[in-house]
């Protein structure tokens, strides 16, 4: 059997008619760039994720970025962002000028750990940007009392786990601006890049649409020192389309997560993934730690299974960020996970027999 880390073939197979469809209308519409299924898509995803307003935007990256430059971080600020991220996270933190503090995740979640962030607020702190990473929020209800007490903004990475929630409140509802990524194998995928943000301050979506337009509302009046990153037309129109089925899909990536908990329980060499009991996991990826993990990938992709390291390399050791000055071992907990961690194949369309296919040369490789 051949099963890929990731497959696109069912699910479009499923919803390839439909997607013919929104392609002739968006051409047929005549209208390419912000219109009326930008809005549209805003609307919905606003009401989606229990906010009042989403602004669309060219990628999950501008989202972070533009956050905090609404918000006015920059040169001389502090944000503190978990040391196990994707490099984006920290990549929007740069690009307004500011300097990242790594705050360590807690290795049985890979969540930010609420613990730790109050050591690391100094009179520079301006934001937190929690990450809920691989489809489960961080712990919310400390984290913003944390950020009340200090006044410090919060901007929440959304953009692995559209859709889960926090004692039935979503992820991406909880900060100041909140940023989401639509990129293809997100749970929310589009077609191509695209993200978005969303806010309950009017103020701070009307600053967001002018920035994504070269800082203009009325067309060659510019306020503001704006850029390019509107959400495309015609992706906007597969995202309203795609957002119907969200739930439908959750529902599958959380069975296929079950069956894995399911069968490889018993195996004392792996951690499995730990859900709050208080949160609802949407499973953007499921992902496994073991200190065997390099040899049982090889394994697996002998036996035809891919498998991918989300992340293989933390940020704070990134050639990028060799300018930060830190070595390893600075921030141990980020490096274990990256060390031992691995993303199991996980897929809408993924069938049961595949599922189990992958754990039985799991439970091959540990001899159980
Ligand atoms: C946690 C996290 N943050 C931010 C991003 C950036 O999103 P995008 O690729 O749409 O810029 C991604 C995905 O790529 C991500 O996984």
Known sequence: MKIPFVAFDEINNRIKNDLVQIFEDFVDSKYYVLGNKVSEFEKEYALFNQMEYCVGLASGLDGLFLALRVLEISEEDEVIVPSNTYIATVLAISMVGAKPIFCEPILQTYNLDPKKIENLISNKTKAIMPVHLYGQCCEMDTIMEIAQKYNLFVVEDNAQSQGATHKGKMTGSFGHINATSFYPTKNLGALGDAGAITTNSKDYADKMKKIRNYGSNKRYFNEIKGVNSRL????????????????????????????????LENITEINLPK?????????????????????????????????????PIPPHLQEAYKNLGYKKGDFPIAEEIADT?????????????EVFYVCQIIKQFFNV
Request: neutral net charge; aromatic residues 12%; hydrophobic residues 35%.
């Open 341 to 353: 961690i691995l993303s199991l194949p996980l897929y809408i369309g993924m069938k049961k027999e």
């Open 275 to 311: 859900t709050h009991p208080d949160f609802k996991n949407v499973f953007h990826l499921y992902v496994i730690r073991t200190q065997k993990r390099d040899l049982l990938k090889d394994y697996l992709e002998k036996n035809g299974i891919g498998t991918v390291i989300h992340y």
């Open 232 to 263: 495309d037309e015609l992706q906007a129109a597969i995202l309203t389309y795609k957002l119907k089925t969200l739930e439908a899909y959750t529902f599958e990536r959380e069975e296929i997560a079950r069956m894995y908990s399911e069968n």
